[in-house]
């Protein structure tokens, strides 16, 4: 079974930390790169961060230095995670997981909010 499984956000103040996870089963997310999106309110999806199966990232210039992705690879599951330090407002969003170039199948996601 495809499915895309986002979990760890919450309310969290600025300058603090949250580490999101994703679950995501299926054989189609058990090979090639993975990544991070988030959608603001009234904004597009963007890309926050990636990481290829030979475990090389890449991040969003908004996000380098204060975001860090892993991953862990089972047959036919990916777990992804997405470290996030010194949470400004700006990161305010709802966070998905997905392959990279994402596929057109979406998880429920993750709401992130930084707020004092």
């Known amino acids: 079974q495809v499915q895309l499984v986002e979990s760890g956000g919450g309310l969290v103040q600025p300058g603090g930390s949250l580490r999101l996870s994703c679950a995501a089963s299926?054989?189609?997310?058990?090979?090639?790169?993975m990544a991070w999106y988030r959608q603001a309110p009234g904004k597009q999806r963007e890309l926050v961060a990636s990481?290829?199966?030979?475990?090389?990232?890449?991040?969003a210039d908004s996000v380098k230095g204060r975001f860090t992705i892993s991953r862990d690879n089972a047959k036919n599951t990916v777990s992804l995670y997405l470290q996030m330090n010194s949470l400004k407002p700006e990161d305010t969003a709802v966070y998905y997981c997905?392959?990279?170039?994402?596929?057109?199948?979406w998880g429920q996601g993750t709401q992130v909010t930084v707020s004092s």
């Open positions: 990481i290829s199966s030979g475990r090389s990232t890449n991040f």
């Open positions: 997905n392959k990279h170039p994402a596929t057109s199948r």
């Open positions: 299926g054989f189609i997310f058990s090979i090639g790169a």
